[in-house]
């Protein structure tokens, strides 16, 4: 089956603009501090984004199915007195980035890599535990967003249970996995997480934009 065309745009990197690949979009935001970028179905949908600004399409799901009204009122709204977390990874394994933003402003908080030969459940864990530990640094009662089910399960464990091989070129993902492992079994937190209802509420506010 041929893979569907993608449009990607870039607001903010070098140098920004549409590309039609995930390779060319890769090379105007490699090295860019705070990348701003997203995928986008149509060459229409992405000329319209390019001509807006990329706050406004965050934490939008361009493909979010129909949900029942009580549904909607049984989830509610997203609590914005959060941050939110998420991985992104091209391949899998493939390079991959996780970070943490607030759920309200989408304002960057914390982003680590690219790293090579990581896989999007890895960062999904690394996220949620660097989430943890940045609340607890900070001293905050917020409460942390992830739309990964198996993240989540994996830090009530304590335990990255991930079958990705370990090699030379992804030696510091598995340095990370080891520390954020170590700081789970040694540190206390109240903080509580909760599971994003992407099916009610769009991407999670630290999506990538790369779906």
Known sequence: MRKKQKYYVVWLGNPAGIFDSWKECQLSIKDVS??????????????????????????INTKKKKISKEELIKI???????????????????????????????????????????????????ALVHGLAFLKQNNSDRKIYSDSK???????????????????KNKKIFDLILR????????????????????AWGEIPADFGRK
């Not at 701003?36 to 990329?54: C, D, G, H, P, V």
């Not at 091209?90 to 030969?117: A, C, K, W």
């Not at 198996?150 to 030379?168: F, V, Y």
Request: hydrophobic residues 30%.
């Open 34 to 59: 705070g990348a701003q970028y997203k995928s986008f179905l149509t060459i229409e949908e992405a000329k319209k984004a390019f001509r807006n600004k990329y706050k406004d399409y965050i934490g």
């Open 76 to 126: 509610g709204e997203p609590n914005l007195y959060t941050i939110s977390v998420d991985a992104a990874s091209s391949g899998n394994p493939g390079i991959m980035e996780y970070r943490g933003v607030d759920t309200q402003t989408h304002q960057q908080l914390f982003h680590q890599g690219p790293f090579e030969q990581g896989t999007n459940n890895v960062g999904e864990f690394l």
């Open 150 to 168: 198996i993240a989540i399960a994996w830090i009530k464990r304590k335990k990255c249970n991930t079958k990705l091989k370990k090699t030379l």
């Open 180 to 199: 954020a492992e170590n700081w789970l079994k040694t540190n206390t937190y109240k903080t509580i997480i909760i599971k994003w209802e992407t099916k």
